[in-house]
């Protein structure tokens, strides 16, 4: 949704405001947008693009998973599935996920709210990734995807003109 947040850079810190889903403390983004000059809040960035940055060590994948956002996966959850898999963590999110299963304390209950977060979170970035490289905004990505939800890129290509009639 809509965040006004503290991005921390390697300089300095800013105020950041824009559509950003998924958006949880201590993740790594790259952000593309433009400054602003808001009468009561003072310099910020309005945030237009955004691009998750996923770590690469074993202790950013248990920080990132510890972040709460993927639903289901806490910091001691987190650490049990880093400690089990290790650097291959998210490339087992992403290709086997199923073996979450293995891991002590997710059983079938839990690994279905795992799952289901996961999963709505990839679709999404997929969709948001794809139609920021035709020149969408994140808004209109998100106004894409809850109107045609994942088959989105197959309906605009079977019919691009659709999109004038639905999004704005």
């Known amino acids: 949704g809509y965040v006004v947040s503290k991005i921390r850079s390697d300089k300095e810190c800013i105020s950041a405001v824009g559509i950003v889903p998924f958006l949880k403390e201590g993740q790594y983004v790259k952000l593309k947008g433009q400054w602003v000059l808001h009468k009561l809040f003072g310099r910020q960035f309005n945030i237009e693009e955004y691009e998750e940055i996923l770590p690469d060590s074993v202790e ?8 709460g956002i993927i639903h289901g996966i806490g910091p001691i959850t987190a650490k049990k599935i880093v ?23 997710i059983g079938e209950k ?10 709505e979170q990839r679709d999404l970035k ?14 209109q990505c998100i106004k894409i995807y809850k109107k045609f939800g994942v088959d989105a890129k197959s309906i605009i290509l079977e019919n691009p003109y659709i999109l004038s009639d639905e999004i704005s």
């Open 60 to 67: 950013g994948i248990e920080k990132y998973l510890s972040t």
């Open 83 to 105: 400690k089990k898999f290790k650097e291959k963590t998210l490339d087992i999110l992403d290709n086997n996920i199923e073996r979450l299963q293995e891991v002590e304390g």
């Open 110 to 119: 839990k690994f279905k709210i795992i799952y289901e977060s996961y999963i």
């Open 126 to 139: 997929d969709i948001i990734i794809y139609f920021q490289g035709h020149g969408m905004t994140t808004n």
